[in-house]
């Protein structure tokens, strides 16, 4: 996506659109997510939090952005959860086959010590003084810790991983921009935000 802005039909904030959720209307007028944003149709934005995708829902707001009669799925919240989850996780896979993305204690904090690793992610139901052992590198936008164990063992094959990291470069960029957006989403719940620890943390 380029860097241009767009206005979220729920907050009426403008926000890059890399940050905000895309729909569009499908050709019989249902709303549809557009998590990567190369859908055909009139975009219609929605800042990634679950108060904005409910306001959008129960005020009708979609038809507004449409400018035009739509039926909105029932659930649309929770797709957009999921299909948030897959497309973040699929970015890891693809990262992983590459190379550029590892998991398990030893692995990761290695690729920490050694600098190689720019961003840390942590599974949200690992234990918490366990993941205080390995620190994430400096800068911003170098956690995750929005996904659970199982969601990151769908990335790399296994029933469920705590720690994992992934190198500049690549697809990390993307991952990070789609995990920001799930985080969002999931921070209402109690979740750990992206940039949800500082690197000086042992």
């Known amino acids: 996506m380029d860097g241009s802005e767009r206005r979220c039909i729920a907050t009426g904030d403008v926000r890059a659109k ?9 050709p019989g007028g249902e709303i549809t997510p557009d998590i990567a944003g190369k859908l055909p149709g009139r975009g219609i934005w ?3 939090s679950r108060a904005a995708l409910e306001k959008a829902v129960s005020k009708r707001l979609f038809a507004r952005g449409a400018k035009a009669p739509v039926t909105v799925p029932e659930g649309l919240v929770d797709l957009v959860e999921r299909l948030l989850v897959k ?19 030893e692995k990761v904090k290695g690729w920490m010590l050694t600098g190689e690793g720019s961003v840390l992610i942590q599974a949200n139901d690992g234990s918490a003084r366990g993941k205080t052992k390995i620190a ?13 164990a199982n969601e990151l063992g769908l990335a790399f094959g296994r029933e469920h991983v705590i720690h994992a990291a992934l190198a500049a470069g690549g697809l990390t960029k993307r991952v990070v921009r ?24 042992r």
């Open 18 to 26: 890399s940050y905000l959720i895309r729909f569009v209307a499908g």
């Open 136 to 148: 994430p590198p400096p800068g911003e936008a170098n956690y995750i810790g929005c996904l659970s």
């Open 87 to 105: 497309r973040v996780t699929d970015g890891i896979a693809l990262a992983r086959k590459g190379g550029r993305a590892v998991a398990g204690y």
């Open 46 to 48: 929605v800042s990634p």
């Open 178 to 201: 789609d995990a920001a957006k799930l985080c969002a989403l999931r921070e209402e719940n109690g979740d750990t935000p992206l940039k949800g620890r500082k690197s000086h943390e």
